[in-house]
């Protein structure tokens, strides 16, 4: 049987993550294919209901990432995200979502090299945990069958 | 509750205020809201150990609002959503006139909502022993676990909607769920649907539920969902200091501190 | 219905070498609303930009997708070509295939796969877009600029010069800065005075300069081009306008033992003063925590002598409100005191003291008049001491960073000294001689060679006092850690450079952002030295790391030409990535139920209270609406509201659930 | 009241005199000092440098042992075993799974609740509070108080007195009637880890802290460490040399200075043990 290929959504800022894989790929370094990037102008706009709705249609693992502490391009917008994603991951935890599959993670607009590294780690990880057939089981109206591949 | 029946008298006829929102007897045992208009209804009134539904959710109500000034017989939970709603604009000493009801059922009269705040102050928001237990025997369970605990216990809903209705905090004129460009929820009570109904209130509650239990109360079918905001009403301890409802506060979730902790960003 | 054209980019190979481009442009052109798809080897170029618009006025395309490098490249680029093809430039969206994904992988079908997945986000994304037009803002053409040494002196000439108004605010009663207090300046030892002190006069009568002395920023808000500022005039209990500086109020004042700041704790005050006698503006301030008549409430000799009744014990505070189009941040450094030191005595000894001590005793408009005279008794040191890299990198002390300018200032002291006091002996102890610039090396080789200074390679660990000497124990590395004993009259600690107090105060109030040590970012530490992140403002001097001289004037006029360039242009376009609150027909207005906790999440107080009449003008709703000078477009607000009433441009609520739809759902 | 006491090596050997007088001030005050059953060793000197679990584990078990005899606050004169103990409870309760790997190898629980004590900040709490009604006759002399190196660093670990140019014997002295000097050879190194390998050394390195007492007119060195007052004591004959002059200034334990001032009979507080008399 083929190795399982997680699917992975990266929920990313525009001024630092997206810039910091930007610097991966001008670096040339490689990482794992399955990630997908969605562009966000900061991680203060990324909406948790987004995030749920990418486990919805099947994602296996999240990544979200954005600017370190002090350096938001918007000056704040990731202190604010900050406190939501505490919150947020904590209902995860309580109600049951394995929160083991969404990664969060600063990258700034230097770090290429961690940007793969995450990348890599996330798709480790969720590889090892396998598909994410709990959630899927729910979110799939009853009539349509989830087929894993 | 003769001084309630009496003040209230005194409000209506002098014209002090258009309605007296109060408690009284129901069908069977049950307690419901009264809105007194006339002297004659304010002998309707009743206050005991049954009235725990939470009167602040109509206050908010166009349809009392456009009644003009109004006066709330408000128990603790009352008044503290009181001024969570104040905080949010959504009333103002214009508009209200509490008549408090301790913890040891006596009546006291407010002058404003300044001095609501500062006699809520002097008690601090806890959650009970048995739910804590529950909250405890939760925590402990593994993450499958929990998962189906949820998925079983929200399976029986059918979005009836009772638990908004019944919140004070759930005022707005266009809920998430009737949001549909696009369509964030599903509108059929799916597990799915019911699991996300439930999370995202509870993110638009946390650091403003006061801890009422009216959304349980108001479940026809009991479910718990009042253990995701008592969830959020400890993580926000932990995390942040906790939160009380005041006029002039700080919105835990609409602000921050540098030096917020966490340990599961990388 | 959408019409939409997919340009697929080879990049030359860059793209084509690990992806199959014909394949992206072939599945592409089978979606549903793509009515063109194409691949090319290079989209950026003319004949590829060609293709673009050909294809837009040809098949009447209503959104257009450029698969090809990062949009943070050629964005603009693309959006361009649109609009001189008639299409709005934000119906143009990049897919990014080069460094997302053809850079990063490797080649093979998953690779294909994943170019072909980011085109379509993106070609679901563009068939919600909308229309935009970009905003324009008028340009205030004036500046402001904050701090008055070197750095504020040099950039407000030369904006002024370039004839806009500026406005010069300096905290201290005169400007000046650290330049003034300074002796000689290396390499060439002309005296520090006699360059600054002129330009300082050409400040005070620029007529496009006006000068705030004793004057703080109190807020500021807005943004670039449309900033409006408040500051704080402190009161210098004078009338300035009658003043004319004849100086019998400084000359009578009874408190007369103040420790003066410009002479750095080594000479005195009087209580009304002048801080040095080429001060600008020559006029003097009371300082009322040092006042008799403030502290017991009698006393006005100064008064009571003042020629012109300048006097104005009542005087308050003055705000001056400013509408300005760009700022300058100047606002320097300071340094280390000697009680910063445990190891040197915690500032207890008198004769340890700082550069900018030795500086005021070499200077002849000092305390000793340029004497070299030490502070405890005034006897000339024949035995002087130099530490390098006091707390300067040295972790320990949370000061891993280099201060720059001592290893070059050590150098000009001990060789004053040893050109002041002949037969003296002096040491310096170092980490590493940094003399990079011009004439630097040979500036200090001068002091080793021609002026005999005695250079110890090692770090001090311990200075003590015994038998009225400064007994500096340290050691010699380059004698094989040998350790070594100096029985000094006098040491001088080249305390590390820092950031001025309340400078994360200020970043706080600018809305910029700092560095671990307080020194304000730069955008970029190459290519954008002299811009922060805030668009608008603009960095000068050592309030970014410490600077000298020659860098801070560069820096200055660097960011001079900045604000000139921004001036230049009477109006600025912005992209319209901005949040909107939704307006409904009546009786609903907007879904905002204006509980106004948007209100604090957004880090730019773009939102404001708008109240809903009705024809009588009463008040029906009061709801949330967003300044769009204002708001910059980071997208708090939405994600915060609860009734999903407030969206952004260009990411909005449809175009990012359909983003997340159109990943993960087969087609 | 009743304090643990852990002694350690030194307090039972070359410097019985610091333990002898630690428990008769302590008796003076009606403290208990209640002795850690079963002790070892502390490791001092040697042991970190070799091995870091071990070098944690024997202290561990000491601070255990007093968990489990129920004491909650032990007093440690030894300025080396204070210094061992405080790392130790510093680096378990920063890194949980060292905690752990120690615990296993002493096969005794270990939760880090003990507090502990140097004989300065015992004093601090317990005595000088009620010192100034005790003192029959005031130390009046000029002392030069001398802390070495292990009683206030590392700084970061230890938080008590500040690094250079510590204070708080100073404070003690002056409260038990002396004059402390200010001088600069307070936190010197006297060459303790030399003490017996390169006695010239010591000669070299104590003659200085001597040596600028001396110069200053210090009638006694008060010191805290057993180790400090071996090099200062025991070896004066190499430090005279050193100094080229005969030095007899007396080097007394801080106990010993505050029993003088309570009056406590001199051979309970082992004067007579000192090799540099004690006129004092």
Known sequence: MAEFEPKIVAFVCNWCTYAGADLTGTSRIKYASNVRIIRFPCTGRIDYMLLLKAFDEGADGIIVSGCHPNDCHYTSGNFHARRRWIMFRSLCNFTGIDTNRIKFSWVSAAEGAKWADIVNATVKSIRELGPYTEYKKVAKYPEKEVNHG | MVDLIKRAKELIESSSVKVVI????????????????????????????????????????????????????????????????????????????????????????????????????????????????????????TQPERWQFWIDELAPCFKC?????????????????????????????????????????????????????????????????????KRMLLDAKEHF?????????????????????????? | MSKIGVFVCHCGENISATVDCAKVAETAGNWDGVTFSVDYKYMCSDPGQSLIKNAITEKGLTGVVVASCSPRMHEPTFRKACAEAGLNPFMCEMANLREHCSWVHEKGEATTEKAIDLVRILVEKVKY???????????????????GGIAGIQASLDIANTGHKVILIEKDPSIGGHMSQLSETFPTLDCSQCILTPRMVEVAQHPNITLYTYAELESLEGFIGNFKAKIRKKSKSIDEKLCTGCAQCTTKCPVKKIPSEFNEGLGKRTAIYVPFPQAVPNKPVIDRKNCTYYIKGKCKVCEIVCPTGAIRFDQEDQIVEVEIGAIVIATGFTVKQPDFFPEYGYGKHADVITGLQFERLASASGPTLGEIRRPSDGKVPEKIVFLACAGSRDPAKGIPYCSKICCMYIAKHAMLYQHKVHGGKSYVFYMDIRAGGKQYEEFVRRAIEDDGVNYIRGRVSKIYEKNGKLIVSGVDTLLNAMPVEIEADMVVLATAGVANEGAEELAQKLHISYDPYKFFAEAHPKLKPVETNTAGIFLAGACQAPRDIPESVAMASGAAVKVAGLFSKDELTREPIIAVVNRQAPPVYSSCVGCFLCVSACPYQAIEKEEIKNRNGEVIKSVAKVNPGLCQGCGTCVAFCRTKSIDIQGYTHEQMYTEVMALLNEY | MTLGFYPGCSLKGSSREYAESVLAVAKAFDIDLEEIHDWNCCGATAAHNMNKELSLALPARILSLAEKQGLTEIVVPCAACYSRLTVTKHELAKDPELKIAVTDANNLPYTGSVNVLNIIQMLDKYITPVLAGKVVKPFDHKVACYYGCLLVRPHEILNFDREEDPQSLDVLMLKAGATPIDWAFKTECCGAGLSVSRTSSVGRLSGKIIGDAKDRGAETIIVACPMCHSNLDMRRDSINEYLGEKVDIPVLYITQAIGIALGLDRKALGLQRHFVKVSV
Request: glycine letters at 6%; charged letters at 25%.
């Open chain 2, 22 to 141: 109060g408690y009284e007897q129901g069908t069977g045992n049950k307690t419901r809201a009264l809105f007194v208009e006339n002297s004659e209804d304010a002998d309707k009134l009743i206050f005991d150990s049954r009235c725990i539904q939470n009167l602040a959710a109509y206050i908010t109500k166009k349809e009392i609002k456009e009644k003009g000034k109004m006066a709330v017989a408000a128990t603790l939970p009352v008044m503290r959503s009181i001024i969570q709603l104040a905080s949010e604009f959504q009333v103002t000493d214009a508009n209200i006139l509490v008549l408090g009801i301790t913890p040891e059922s006596k009546l006291i009269e407010f002058g404003n909502l300044a001095e609501v705040e500062k006699f809520v102050h002097q008690y601090e928001i806890e959650i009970d022993v048995r739910n804590k237990e529950m909250l405890d025997k939760l925590e402990k369970m």
């Open chain 2, 161 to 229: 909607y009772a638990c908004r209705a019944a919140c004070p905090m759930c005022y707005c004129s266009r809920c998430t769920v009737d949001f549909n460009q696009p369509q964030w929820i599903p509108v059929p009570s799916t597990e799915l649907g019911n699991l996300e109904w439930h999370i995202m209130r509870a993110i638009h509650l946390t650091g403003r539920c006061i801890d009422c239990d009216a959304c349980y109360n108001a479940c026809p079918l009991s479910i718990p969902i009042n253990l995701l905001t």
């Open chain 2, 241 to 266: 200091g906790g939160y009380q409802p005041a006029l002039k506060g700080e919105h835990l979730m609409s602000t921050y501190k540098p030096d917020d902790k966490e340990n599961f960003i990388q």
């Open chain 3, 129 to 147: 877009n909308h229309e935009l037009t970009s905003i324009k803002v008028p340009v205030t053409k004036t500046a402001l600029v904050i701090g």
